[in-house]
């Protein structure tokens, strides 16, 4: 019998999906409640929350879902909160996600892991669990969880899984109050563990737009220092930077507010049957309890997708856009205007530009293209002194 590596698999599969416009990836949240308070999250709900106890899909609803979405095409698909397993039928929604053959990811925070949850997963495997390890010390987790107790339950979840050898990542948000331990937590996760381990810096407002999230936000300069300390991360951010040169503006411009794969193979679906391009979009839900996955794909979802710019902003033209993260919904949940340029993203993308080596044309009015000296990367060490009096000061979703 003929076989084929994962990424063989992936990309055949991919590779036609966006002229063709089905909706392969999907994240699904199921629940925002969760046990933890972290002060970051974007989404979280007290863990008894009668509203939202009421107002979430119930088990049937769920497997109806999957059912439209997987006729629609779907193949890969995320579970998320909030906390997966703050809903007791969690499981029996994974089954039946399982048995429509889908290739299942679960987001957890790991603290209502049990020995029985860990073995039926063991029976049931997935196709990767991501658990959020917030700091390698008890005292920096709990203090970006708010919940006494909560590092003793991750560590706990996080053995239940290795001891059965189920496929475990770990992650953390890179966040002003547990930066300085980013370093140790990839020592222990990697050289200890032997688990993969990854890191995001990118915090975002509440899907209720609170600022509140972007206290804890690293400047942009010690984002990028953070880049440079991971020698992987700094080789994948090279890499990606190589390719990014090698693309021409006609392939990086277009009059479509969106330009990731959002609503061309991916989607999102919230607790209560909300369908949207991703996670993140407040605007353009489809109400699922109302009609079908497919109707709200080829419909809301499509003329969410199909919106275009209603004026030129120093984006539309940007050529390291990639390189920042930056996105429509970002921009709607901090700026409430899809269109708006959010200028800690651009500066990222411009100090990674300088970093990696990466010319910046012109795309408007940008205070960050002012020229300035390169960035000196020696020894994770980055130093990019700006002009016009911009001075970038040092300083990921659960």
Not at 92 to 114: E, M
Not at 152 to 160: D, H, N, P, T
């Amino acid at each position: 019998m003929e076989t084929i590596s994962y990424a063989d698999f992936s990309a055949k599969f991919d590779s036609g999906s966006s002229i063709k416009r089905i909706p392969m990836y999907g994240m699904f949240e199921v629940t925002r409640r969760c046990p933890l308070k972290c002060a970051h999250c974007y989404n979280n709900l007290p863990l008894n929350d009668r509203e939202a106890l009421h107002d979430e899909l119930t088990l049937d609803e769920h497997c109806h879902i999957l059912d439209e979405l997987t006729d629609a095409g779907c193949l890969w698909l995320t579970y998320t909160g909030g906390e997966i397993f703050a809903r007791k039928d969690f499981l029996d929604i994974y089954t039946h996600a399982k048995k429509k053959g889908l290739l299942v990811s679960l987001f957890t925070n790991g603290t209502l892991l049990t020995p029985e949850i860990a073995d039926y997963l063991a029976q049931w495997p997935p196709y990767v669990i991501e658990i959020t390890l917030y700091g390698r010390t008890r005292e920096t987790h709990e203090q970006v969880t708010g919940v006494p107790g909560s590092y003793e339950k991750c560590m706990e979840g996080i053995r239940l899984l290795r001891e059965r050898n189920l496929p475990l990542r770990l992650k953390t948000m890179a966040l002003t109050i547990n930066e300085h331990e980013i370093g140790l937590l990839r020592s222990f996760v990697e050289d200890e563990l032997g688990v993969e381990f990854r890191f995001d810096p990118m915090i975002t407002p509440r899907l209720d737009y609170s600022q509140n999230p972007l206290d804890l936000r690293l400047p942009p300069q010690r984002v990028l220092e953070l880049d440079f300390e991971d020698t992987k991360r700094k080789l994948e951010w090279e890499k990606f930077a190589g390719r990014l040169n090698s693309c021409s503006p006609l392939q990086r411009a277009n009059n479509e507010i969106y330009y990731c794969k959002a609503g061309i193979k991916g989607f999102g679906i919230d607790p209560y049957g909300g369908l949207n391009l991703c996670l993140f979009s407040p605007d353009g839900k489809y109400d699922l309890r109302k009609g079908s996955f497919r109707e709200g794909w080829e419909g809301a979802v499509l003329r969410e997708r199909n919106r275009n710019i209603t004026r030129q902003t120093k984006c539309m033209e940007c050529m390291i856009r990639d390189l920042c993260g930056m996105c429509p919904p970002n921009s709607e949940l901090e700026k409430e205007d899809p269109e708006e340029p959010i200028d800690f993203y651009c500066e990222v993308a411009h100090l990674r530009a300088q970093a990696f080596g990466i010319p910046v044309k012109p795309h408007g009015e940008c205070k960050y293209c002012t020229p300035g000296q390169k960035a000196d990367t020696r020894h994770g060490h980055v130093s990019v002194p700006f002009g016009d009096g911009v001075n970038p000061s040092p300083s990921w979703r659960g």
